[in-house]
Every structure is written in C-alpha cells, then in structure tokens.
C-alpha cells in the first residue's frame, strides 16, 4: 500500500474545523482507493507566535520540505494585528511560500451545478464557469525591494524578473494545454514597466505553444470582464497582487470563497490551502464550509501525489452531496434542503465518496 506523508498545518481561527474535515474525506478516500496518509503536524501562525514568539518556526519549514506536500487551513486573527509586520500570522505564510519556493499558485474557480443560484450575479452568467487562475507566488510587489515606511512616505516594489516571468508563464501554458487551450495573460502594461517585461516573456514563451490562444487584458479591464463575462476565461496568468485580488472576485462566481480550493507548487515542494482566511467571526461556531479544503486535498491527490482517480471522486462526491441540497450556512440562501456544520458536511461528503 502507498504511504503519503502529509505535514498539516492547521493554522489560526476556523483552520483547524476545516483542515480536520480533509482530513476525514482524505483517509476516507485512502480506504476506498488503497493509500495511507500518515500526518505529521506543525504550527505556523498566529497560534505559532503564542508557542514560539515567531509566526514560522523553523521546523514547520524543515518539515514541509521532508513531506510529500503540506496541507494548511488558514491564519491569521485580530489578537495578532498589533504585532510588528514581521511577526504577524501572515508574514509567516508569505515566508512559508518562499522558504518551499511555491512559486506557481493554482486557483480554479468552477460553478458547482448544484450552486448555479449560489451566487449574486445571475445564473446564466455563472452557469458552466470554469477557469483557473495562476498566480505567481514568490515575487512581486509582495517581495520587492525595497519597501519601507518612514517619516513622510511608505513604498514597496513591483519587481520581476524575465526568469521568474517565464517559469510561471510556462506553468499556465501547461495548464492550457490540458484545459480549452486559453490563456490570457493580466497585467497593467499601458501604466508599468514591470507589466510591459512581464507581456513581452509571456508572448515569447507563448511560441513555444502554438496550441494555445494567448490574449492579454489589463487588470482593471479583467475585473469588469471577470464579473460581465467570466465564460470567456479558460487560464489566467498573473503576477502576486493582481492574482490576489482577481482570485477573491472569482471566487463569487461560485457563491462562495468557502468553496475555493488552492495548490502552490514549485521544484522542492507542495502547498495546498483553500483560499479563505481565518474567519475569526464565525471561528469555533462549527458553521464554516469544509468544502474549499477538502477540495484542497483533491488538488494535492491529483498534482503532488498523482492519484487522479481519488482526486476525481473527491470533487464528484462534493459535487453530489451539493447536488443533494446539502449546504453550510455561507451557501444556504437559496436552495438548501438541509443545512449542515461543518463536520456533518465533511461527513456527508466522505459518505458520498463510498458511493462514487
Ligand atoms: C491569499 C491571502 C494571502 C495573500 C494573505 C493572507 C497573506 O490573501 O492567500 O490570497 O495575500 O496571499
Ligand atoms: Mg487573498
């Protein structure tokens, strides 16, 4: 039987209610399809500071470097938000990114059927939807330097490289290339130089795939597009910042930020997170939908630990018990037969999974 190690870190607020129901869909899946996850548990975060006085201590990295992948919930909380900007929960996730050089950060937004009335535009905008969106990770406005704050100003630094450009360019074409060959490329090209770069390398490295139809839109433009017509996506690329922001609004195409799952991938190791945070209004209530990380734990079957089979029952059984009426409390407005906490969804879809 196949042995996955898994480091799991649970993280701050409604982490550890999510991260427990992946779990529990994940060793279910382990039983149907002959594997066994083995966890090892570490800590990074808000709850990392209040043990070790650091956010991202350094076993938590050594140890999601030796795992096969890492699976998080989430972090972060207003206990922590008057501490210094360095040892706040979220300059320990953005350090957990470069320290694994998760550089290529995978965000699918796909309409659930069952949610088409989920969401707050209509349903024949978001019926079919199903795009990705590729962000880069590690580099940035979110890394440049230099950034500082004094007396009389602040500043930060967009800055990329051709060779950060074209590692994550050629991820997104890959992802094309498997999907309806689309990709449009978002920048700010007609206001910054690191967009022209970055416009130039993505058209270049598009030539290596002829197969893939590139276009290129600018943020503010793709925001409105995102919202008017998100049909017309397949893959978009962007830089951190824009990918942070594009990913939350595409999000609500499906109903939900609760439903998105993530993967962050590199050369030395793998991420895997829903795209929520920490939630610290609803933490601890059980009422926070486990989907986005279960969902999360198919994205690492399927890209990390290459159980495709697994990672297709996982999102078909959430696809039935959705389709059932099942519904957490976020996805509840409109439609639900029956409304569940968060471990009677993580039940209900670990049932669903013996039935795929
Ligand atoms: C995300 C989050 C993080 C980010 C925060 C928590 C640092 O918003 O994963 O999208 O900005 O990348
Ligand atoms: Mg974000």
Request: with cysteine; charged share 25%; net charge negative.
């Amino acid at each position: 039987m196949k042995t996955y190690h898994i480091a799991l870190i649970k993280g701050d607020g409604i982490g550890p209610e999510v991260i427990t129901q992946a779990q529990k869909v994940l060793d279910k899946a382990g039983q149907i399809y002959g594997f066994e996850v083995v966890y090892d548990e570490f800590l990074m975060g808000g709850c990392a500071y209040d043990t070790h006085k650091t956010p991202l201590p350094e076993a938590t990295i050594r140890g999601c470097l030796q795992a096969d992948a890492t699976l998080f919930g989430a972090i972060g909380g207003a206990k922590w938000d008057h501490l210094p900007r360095e040892l706040r929960p979220e300059s320990g996730l953005l350090a957990l990114r470069k320290a694994l050089e998760v550089f290529a950060n995978i965000r699918p937004a796909i309409v659930f059927d069952a949610l088409k009335l989920a969401s707050t535009l209509k349903p024949e905008v978001v019926c079919g939807v199903d795009l990705v969106v590729i962000r880069e990770l590690v580099g940035g406005i979110y890394f440049g330097e230099p950034r500082g704050k004094e007396a009389d100003c602040a500043y930060n630094t967009m800055r990329y490289t051709p060779k950060e450009i074209e590692r994550i360019a050629k991820v997104g074409f890959e992802f094309a290339t498997k999907r309806r060959k689309k990709l449009c490329s978002i920048d700010k090209a007609n206001v910054l130089e690191v967009s022209e770069l970055w416009r130039e390398v993505v058209t270049q490295i598009s030539k290596q795939y002829p197969d893939v139809e590139l276009s290129h839109q600018y943020v503010d433009n793709a925001s409105m597009q995102l919202i008017k017509d998100p049909k017309q996506f397949d893959v978009i690329l962007t830089s951190n910042l824009f990918g942070d922001i594009l990913s939350d609004e595409a999000s609500m195409l499906t109903g939900s930020i609760g439903l998105l799952p993530s993967g962050s991938i590199g050369e030395r190791a793998a991420l895997y997170e829903p795209i929520h945070g920490s939630a610290p209004d609803i933490a601890g209530q059980g009422i926070a939908n486990p989907i986005a990380a279960i969902l999360s734990a198919a994205m690492m079957l399927q890209h990390t630990l290459h159980n495709t089979q697994a990672a297709q029952a996982i999102w078909q059984a959430v696809s039935r018990t959705l389709q059932k009426g099942y519904r957490t409390k976020d996805i509840s407005a409109f439609d639900a037969k029956e409304i569940c906490n968060t471990h009677q969804m993580g039940d209900l879809i670990a049932k669903h999974l013996e039935q795929v």
